[in-house]
């Protein structure tokens, strides 16, 4: 079982930067593809980015590609999404979601956290 918990949200103008975390509970995180997910309102839920196992590989959406970094480190279950040059479209809650392989698909993630909210105002 993972339990994973977002934080690192807020409220930034364009153009700022914000870190989110998430921390995972579970021995097994280290082992599972960490994710992380957005949703703005009356949107689906969309993929952002994602680690492999190891943290060697990182899969970005086209849409934050060069301006989002996501990171893990295995000691310490935690996986960072370092997000800069923000947008207002960039605005949405931000879930981290955990699975056995990568995927961008939502149904494939077994684990999610509860979502953090990022504003991003113009």
């Known amino acids: 079982q993972v339990q994973l918990v977002e934080s690192g949200g807020g409220l930034v103008q364009a153009g700022g930067s914000l870190r989110l975390s998430c921390a995972a509970s579970?021995?097994?995180?280290?082992?599972?593809?960490v994710a992380w997910f957005r949703q703005a309102p009356g949107k689906e839920r969309e993929f952002v980015a994602a680690?492999?196992?190891?943290?060697?590989?990182?899969y970005y959406a086209d849409s934050v590609k060069g301006r989002v970094t996501i990171s893990r480190d295995n000691a310490k279950n935690t996986v960072y999404l370092q997000m800069n040059s923000l947008k207002p479209d960039d605005t949405a809650v931000y879930y981290c979601?955990?699975?056995?392989?990568?995927?961008?698909?939502?149904?494939?993630?077994?684990?999610w956290g509860q979502g953090t909210q990022v504003t991003v105002s113009s």
């Open positions: 579970g021995s097994i995180f280290s082992t599972n593809t």
């Open positions: 680690t492999s196992r190891s943290g060697r590989r990182t």
């Open positions: 979601a955990a699975a056995c392989f990568f995927s961008e698909d939502v149904g494939q993630y077994n684990y």
